[in-house]
């Protein structure tokens, strides 16, 4: 009886830790309250998107605003320009880091058109997509 009553107790205990131990983060994003001394920063966090093609790699520049509130920065990629695949992203504003300034090279594979795009996360999760950069397949004669 005593081996039961123990672990009703540890079941109980578990129950209650699942239960009440978690916490809610949507609630904490809700409820947090913005500084009056920090100035209001325009929606779109993005200043310029741009690209070069070269012999080898296609090249990706992009620079953030001042006092953005971006997350992260996703490369995205289409061939066709429909449908784009994850590239790599990019942690922003982590720690007090304050770069604004990004680049990034892209090795070409064959001669396909492609197509590139950013998409940025903002703190609250609202997502904006860049301007489409594309590179057509090269020719020589």
């Known amino acids: ?17 699942l239960v009440f131990g978690q916490q809610d983060h949507n609630l904490q994003k809700t409820t947090s309250f913005p500084v009056a001394s920090q100035p209001q920063v325009s929606e779109s966090a993005l200043v310029s998107f741009e690209g070069n093609d070269s012999d080898e790699k296609i090249r990706l520049q992009w620079t953030l605003t001042e006092g953005n509130k971006a ?42 058109p492609s197509y590139y795009r950013l998409r940025i996360t903002d703190d609250r999760g609202k997502v904006e997509y860049s301007n489409i950069l594309y590179f057509s397949e090269q020719k020589d004669k």
């Open 1 to 17: 009886m005593l081996v039961i009553r123990i672990l009703a107790f540890i079941l109980l205990c578990l129950y209650s830790l």
């Open 71 to 112: 997350n992260s920065v996703m490369i995205e990629k289409s061939y066709t320009g429909d449908t784009y695949q994850y590239v790599v992203d990019f942690w922003v504003n982590l720690d007090g880091d304050s770069t604004k300034n990004f680049r990034w090279a892209d090795s070409k594979k064959g001669n396909k």
